[in-house]
T-cell receptor, first 112, second 113 residues
Framework: SQKIEQNSEALNIQEGKTATLTCNYT??????LQWYRQDPGRGPVFLLL?????KEKRKERLKVTFDTTLKQSLFHITASQPADSATYLC???????????FGKGTLLTVNP | EAQVTQNPRYLITVTGKKLTVTCSQN?????MSWYRQDPGLGLRQIYY???????DKGDVPEGYKVSRKEKRNFPLILESPSPNQTSLYFC????????????FGPGTRLTVT
């Protein structure tokens, strides 16, 4: 069966360090993978999209990698700040470009 | 301001009393979708619409209906709500022609007693 796993429910790091979040999937052949940020009680906010033919994407302090052989995406936040504390969701398409399936998310806490 | 709006934001109702949650977007997006979010289960897609009059089931459509008569609106209808539909609901829109990122509404917290 198809599965998306974000292999840490919660991650605690110190301010200034790099946070690395993982998204693994099985039985999917996604054309692209997305990362979202969600604050408590609010809707997810889009951060980055990476396509199957891209290895890496960057946006300011954020970096995403996509390895279709390992079926894994890594999401990095460098020089992390307490304001980065939130739940981060990965999502991938199911091939139709109209359906996204989300992982359950990783709650990141950046301690000052 | 580009946004997705949902109403109501909070709703407490009783089993069996029909209700509608409205969703509207002002970005001229073709694609709209409804999700529910439950602790431990994450975001799950209920229904989606590729354009006006074109809708399809997501992963958890049972107990829900949708319609897409106008491009900007995508209401979610619960004909006979039950307690297991107590959840946080999100509407989202996107325009696959210009990018696949989804814009989410603020959420509707529904409690069915």
């Amino acid at each position: 069966s198809q599965k998306i796993e974000q292999n840490s429910e919660a991650l605690n790091i110190q301010e200034g360090k790099t946070a690395t979040l993982t998204c693994n999937y099985t039985n999917y052949s996604p054309a692209y993978l997305q990362w979202y940020r969600q604050d408590p009680g609010r809707g997810p906010v889009f951060l980055l999209l990476i396509r199957e033919n891209e290895k890496e994407k960057r946006k300011e302090r954020l970096k995403v990698t996509f390895d279709t052989t390992l079926k894994q995406s890594l999401f990095h936040i460098t020089a992390s700040q307490p304001a980065d504390s939130a739940t981060y969701l990965c999502a991938l398409d199911q091939g139709s470009n109209y359906k996204l399936t989300f992982g359950k998310g990783t709650l990141l806490t950046v301690n000052p | 301001e580009a946004q997705v709006t949902q109403n109501p934001r909070y709703l407490i109702t009783v089993t069996g009393k029909k209700l509608t949650v409205t969703c509207s977007q002002n970005m001229n997006h073709e694609y709209m979708s409804w999700y529910r979010q439950d602790p431990g289960l994450g975001l799950r897609q209920i229904y989606y619409s590729m354009n006006v009059e074109v809708t399809d089931k997501g992963d958890v459509p049972e107990g829900y209906k949708v319609s897409r008569k106008e491009k900007r609106n995508f209401p979610l209808i619960l004909e006979s709500p039950s307690p297991n539909q107590t959840s946080l609901y999100f509407c989202a829109s996107s325009n696959p022609g210009t990018g696949y990122e989804q814009y989410f509404g603020p959420g509707t917290r529904l409690t069915v007693t």
